[in-house]
């Protein structure tokens, strides 16, 4: 939570996310709520969220402006690669990303129990105007950088 606090800019922006989706498979009577997860999927295994920051005069001149795009893999084993493009913008400069993952498969759930989270921090370099980032198993990942109109 405090990874995306810090990340969220000023206004949200529509995703397009393309990849694997995942039913969730669960007993019939798992929940005490009249609606069940399962039927609201499949679910992408990658989910995404963007925000930039607002226009203002001296960035509208220049068509210079601030990305931040958050990323989940919902996936309990294996590592995606998640390829972020921006539509009408390029990214000006190497990418801040910063990854917590979850602990290992049969650790203990309980929470406040963080001690098992670890945190990863880097930057990513642009390739032909993409940033392709590494997502861990069951992640949370900020991706934050600069960008220019095209």
Do not use: Y
Request: aromatic letters at 4%; a negative charge; hydrophobic letters at 45%.
């Amino acid at each position: 939570m405090l990874l995306h606090a810090q990340a969220a800019l000023d206004l949200a922006v529509d995703v397009f996310v393309d990849g694997p989706t995942v039913s969730p498979d669960l007993p019939a009577h798992a929940s005490r709520w009249p609606f069940r997860v399962g039927e609201l999927g499949p679910f992408r295994l990658i989910d995404a969220a963007a925000t930039v920051s607002a226009p203002n005069v001296s960035a509208h001149r220049s068509g210079a402006g601030r990305v931040a795009v958050t990323l989940v893999n919902r996936s309990p084993a294996e590592s995606e690669v998640a390829e972020v493009l921006l539509r009408d913008h390029v990214f000006d400069g190497p990418a801040v990303v910063r990854t917590v993952t979850a602990g290992l498969l049969g650790d203990a759930r309980t929470l406040p129990d963080v001690e098992t989270a670890q945190l990863e921090e880097g930057s990513q370099d642009t390739r032909d105007g993409v940033v392709a980032v590494r997502l861990p198993p069951r992640s949370f990942t900020v991706i934050e950088a600069t960008m220019t109109t095209r």
